[in-house]
Structures are given as structure tokens and as C-alpha cells.
């Protein structure tokens, strides 16, 4: 439980640290939102946790860290596998929180047909997303 | 109704794609993303930094996105690691300050 506790209080800081400040009562709702993700996702990953050796052992992936051993669901590589170079950029942009207005800027298009272009990929993370969900 | 209350009381109001709190997405997806964003700090730690780009190409994709390709951010490489996201996010952060500053 203070593994839990102290991973929730990890994760306010740096929610803290990276968006508006908060009052009192406004932190203390995340971090029992965020106690409660915590128990959520241990319980997810305990649950599909699937031993075939070592992770050594597993394909090659960008991030080759023996450390992950839970085959996550929402895995954007293969959500994405097919996507264009300029939609891959495009999404890796809005991740990093730029508008859709900044990204058509930034690749020479249109806001519309940025988004337009994104689209398919954008509705097929909200589905693993929303599929994740349902499973907690 | 709630973009026009976050919007009307803009000073002591969180905006919407901060808020932590709004169970519903909002039209340019800032929800979806934040999440993404949670659960990659959440599930890929890489203390290592293996297979991460180089800071200065990161600072590059915030401070000038057109100009940075998807070979020198090692493809879709920071959806898969919780220190290149965490990084990114204090840069755009400190970008936000100085232009708010400017």
C-alpha cells in the first residue's frame, strides 16, 4: 500500500509541476484519483502478467529495456503500424501538446486536413484506450 | 456549457485540457492524448535512456516542429518512453512560460 501511495504522490508532483496550480481540495481529489489508478493498474498488470522466459528474449522494440516485463495493450508501435511518416509526426506532435493549428503550420498543411488525415489513427487509440478502460 | 464557464472565469479556472477531472473528451482530443501521455509515465519507465533522441532534438521538436524528422526521434520512440515524454513536457512547459512572459 505505501508503494501504491508513493507512486500516486510521484505522479501529483509532477502533474503539479507540469500544469496549472491547484488548490487544497483540487489535490487531495487527485491524489485519490490517482491512488485509485495505481491500484487499478497493479491489479491490470498482476492479472496479465505472463512469464515466457526472459524479456531479453521477447522481439526488439525502440525502448529495449529488460525491466518491462507486462506486454501492455495500448501499445501505440503497433497501433500505428502502417501510419504514414507525416501522421506518425503529426501524432507524436499533439502528444506533445501542440494544437492542431500548430501541427498543419508546422507540416504545411491545413488544420482540416491534418486532423482529417489523423483521424482513423485517432479513433483506433481511443478504442485500445476505452477497451483498456473497461478491462480495469 | 463547460468551455464557456472555463472560459469565464479564465483566471482562477484550470483550463479544460488541464482539468484532471472532466470524465468526457473534449473537440481537439487533448483528453485522449493526456492519458497516453499517463500511461506511457506509467508503464515504460527507461531510466537507461535507451534508444532515446537526443535532448536537443526534443528542445528542436518544441521549439521549431517543422524542422525535425521522424529518423532523428528514433520513429515513434517516445510513446514507448516514460523519460522522453516527461522531457518533453517540461519543454513545451517552459515554452508556454516564455511566451506567456514575451
Known amino acids: ?136 | 456549457m463547460i468551455v464557456a464557464l472555463s472560459r469565464s472565469f479564465r483566471k482562477d479556472a484550470v483550463t479544460l485540457t488541464e482539468h484532471p477531472f472532466i470524465p468526457f473528451d473534449n473537440e481537439d482530443d487533448s483528453l485522449l492524448f493526456e492519458k497516453l501521455q499517463e500511461h506511457v509515465l506509467a508503464h515504460y519507465p527507461n531510466p537507461e535512456r535507451m534508444g532515446c533522441p537526443d535532448p536537443a532534438v526534443l528542445k528542436s521538436l518544441i521549439d521549431n516542429p517543422g524542422d525535425v524528422t521522424l529518423a532523428a526521434l528514433n520513429d515513434l520512440h517516445i510513446f514507448k518512453c516514460a523519460e522522453c515524454t516527461r522531457l518533453l513536457l517540461e519543454l513545451r512547459q517552459k515554452k508556454k512560460q516564455r511566451e506567456a512572459a514575451e
Open chain 1, 1 to 136: 500500500m505505501v508503494e501504491i501511495v508513493e507512486s500516486a504522490i510521484e505522479h501529483a508532483v509532477r502533474r503539479l509541476k507540469t500544469g496549472d496550480p491547484l488548490g487544497p481540495e483540487q489535490v487531495t481529489q487527485l491524489l485519490k484519483r490517482l491512488v485509485l489508478q495505481e491500484v487499478r493498474r497493479r491489479r491490470r498488470a498482476n492479472g496479465r502478467m505472463v512469464f515466457v522466459g526472459s524479456s531479453e528474449e521477447l522481439p526488439p522494440t525502440s525502448v529495449r529495456n529488460p525491466q518491462i516485463q507486462i506486454d501492455c495493450a495500448l501499445d501505440l508501435e503497433i497501433i500505428l503500424q502502417g501510419e504514414t511518416p507525416d501522421v506518425r509526426l503529426a501524432l507524436l506532435l499533439r502528444y506533445s501538446r501542440f494544437r492542431w493549428s500548430e501541427i498543419a503550420a508546422a507540416l504545411g498543411t491545413t488544420e482540416a486536413a491534418v486532423r482529417l488525415r489523423c483521424k482513423r489513427a485517432i479513433e483506433r487509440i481511443r478504442e485500445k484506450q476505452e477497451g483498456e478502460q473497461h478491462e480495469s
